[in-house]
């Protein structure tokens, strides 16, 4: 499996911004990297999803217009640039990679990763 290496969290006021970053081991030029969230007590949340091929790009209704995901091919790297946080974006966010499928239909389920970084905590207040 690939492994993920998380970095970019913290504690910020609301409206404030935080940028997450995701160092996969290796490169699989056939998958997606994504961004979820998880609350104690709830399910895993998709957040966002990049192609590591192409330029599909999928965002949780949630974050959109506020978050952003990006990749550098070079460095195996994924990133979540998070703005105008608000307290209900506080969460522990987790990188996934090395994904079974691709598309709409998905990207945002966590069982279409096969590997995951330790989480990164978001503290918004």
């Known amino acids: 499996h690939v492994q993920l290496v998380e970095s970019g969290g913290g504690s910020v006021q609301a409206g404030g911004s935080l940028r997450l970053s995701c160092t996969a081991s290796?490169?699989?030029?056939?998958?997606?990297m994504a961004w979820f969230r998880q609350v104690v007590g709830k399910e895993r949340e998709g957040i966002a999803a990049?192609?590591?091929?192409?330029?599909?790009?999928f965002y949780n209704d949630s974050v959109k217009g506020r978050f952003t995901i990006s990749r550098d091919n070079t460095k195996n790297s994924a990133y979540l640039q998070m703005n105008n946080l608000q307290p209900e974006d506080s969460a522990m966010y987790y990188c996934a990679a090395d994904s079974r499928y691709g598309g709409e239909r998905y990207w945002s389920l966590a069982s279409t990763y096969r590997s995951w970084g330790q989480g990164t905590q978001v503290t918004v207040s």
């Open positions: 290796t490169f699989y030029s056939r998958s997606y």
């Open positions: 990049i192609s590591m091929y192409d330029d599909a790009i």
